[in-house]
Antibody, heavy 119, light 107 residues
């Protein structure tokens, strides 16, 4: 069974940093684009960043570009999101999901990890 | 950026009803359109991809149609477990945008 599991969320002050992790299993991790999607409390889904299987292409939503960095370690079947200069509007549940290539789909999704940016 | 607009934003329906949700893209996306279901407090779940292909394990009462800019998700006979929020998402271009969601509630 394909599965992804996120970790690393928590409470952080504005301007602070946090690193999210996602471990994948049940599929050949190094052959898939991987993606982070977030959902602010009571709001809809927002694509955050995607990274191709070999790291050759990386994409970010405008609101996080320059502050967030997506990375992966194919040897560890892991995806990461380094979040710096955090703002209150970054408060959300962050989901890791397989997919994100052109014409593709997001499946499966992890259970999410909650990030709260507050003083 | 391609804007995805769903309608309605919410609807009330009864068990057994036929339910239709529409999604409109601000420019053509061919058939690069996916649908997700999200229950309260849970992660989204893929229902339909490439506009009309049912994801494995998803009940056949769910169906999708459309191409270009206009798409539809149909639930042929609403079941108690279908009360949830539904999102469309385009995979034609970056950023990968979602619709604002449609909440299906019990009448």
């Amino acid at each position: 069974e394909e599965q992804v599991v996120e970790s690393g969320g928590g409470l952080v002050q504005p301007g602070g940093s946090l690193r999210l992790s996602c471990v994948a299993s049940g599929f050949t991790f190094n052959t898939y684009t991987m993606t982070w999607v977030r959902q602010a409390p009571g709001k809809g889904l927002e694509w955050v960043a995607s990274m191709k299987e070999d790291g050759s292409d990386i994409y970010y939503v405008d609101s996080v570009r320059g502050r967030f960095t997506i990375s992966r370690d194919n040897a560890k079947n892991s995806l990461y999101l380094q979040m710096n200069s955090l703002r209150a509007e970054d408060t959300a549940v962050y989901y890791c999901t397989k997919g994100g290539a052109a014409g593709g789909r997001f499946h499966p999704w992890g259970q999410g990890t909650l990030v709260i940016v507050s003083s | 950026d391609i804007q995805m607009t769903q309608s309605p934003s919410s609807l009330s329906a009864s068990v057994g009803d036929r339910v239709t949700i529409t999604c409109r893209a601000s420019q053509t996306i061919n058939s690069y359109l996916n649908w997700y279901q999200q229950k309260q407090g849970k992660a989204p779940k893929l229902l339909i991809y490439a506009a009309s292909t049912l994801q494995s394990g998803v009940p056949s009462r769910f169906s999708g149609s459309g191409s270009g800019t206009d798409f539809t998700l149909t639930i042929s006979s609403l079941q108690p477990e279908d009360f949830a929020s539904y999102y469309c998402q385009q995979s034609f271009s970056i950023p990968r945008t979602f619709g604002q969601g449609t909440k299906v509630e019990i009448k």
